[in-house]
């Protein structure tokens, strides 16, 4: 079982940049492909972002956020961060880690069905005003 935490969302204007960090506790994310998903306000389901493989040489990401923001592992600090950049009001929602354990180091799928990841973060609010 891994713990996830995010942090850094906030408040901002349309435009602006924020960036979002999400760590486990107690585990590294060595053996894991990580994934943010966000939920926005009135929505029952939560909406694919961006997403990194184990080996992190593959990224994914939803077509409304292409080109504005970067998913991205360290691994010297176990750490996944997501890169938004122009933030627009439309973005506004909480925002989940979210990992799945991949068992062959083969595998460098990323999987944007919310039903694949087993473990997830309590979520960090991302509010953008117009």
């Known amino acids: 079982q891994v713990h996830l935490a995010e942090s850094g969302g906030g408040l901002v204007q349309a435009g602006d940049s924020l960036r979002l960090s999400c760590t486990p506790f107690g585990r590294t994310f060595s053996i894991y492909s990580v994934s943010w998903f966000r939920q926005a306000p009135g929505k029952e389901e939560r909406e694919f972002v961006a997403?990194?493989?184990?080996?992190?040489?593959?990224?994914s990401y939803a077509d409304s956020v292409k080109n504005r923001i970067t998913i991205s592992r360290n691994s010297a600090i176990n750490e996944v961060s997501l890169q938004m950049n122009s933030l627009e009001p439309e973005d506004t929602a909480v925002y989940y880690c979210?990992?799945?354990?991949?068992?062959?180091?083969?595998?460098?799928?990323?999987?944007?069905?919310?039903?694949?990841?087993?473990?997830w973060g309590q979520g960090t609010q991302v509010t953008v005003s117009s």
């Open positions: 997403g990194i493989s184990r080996s992190g040489g593959r990224t």
């Open positions: 979210a990992v799945r354990m991949v068992v062959s180091t083969s595998d460098d799928n990323i999987s944007t069905s919310p039903s694949s990841y087993t473990n």
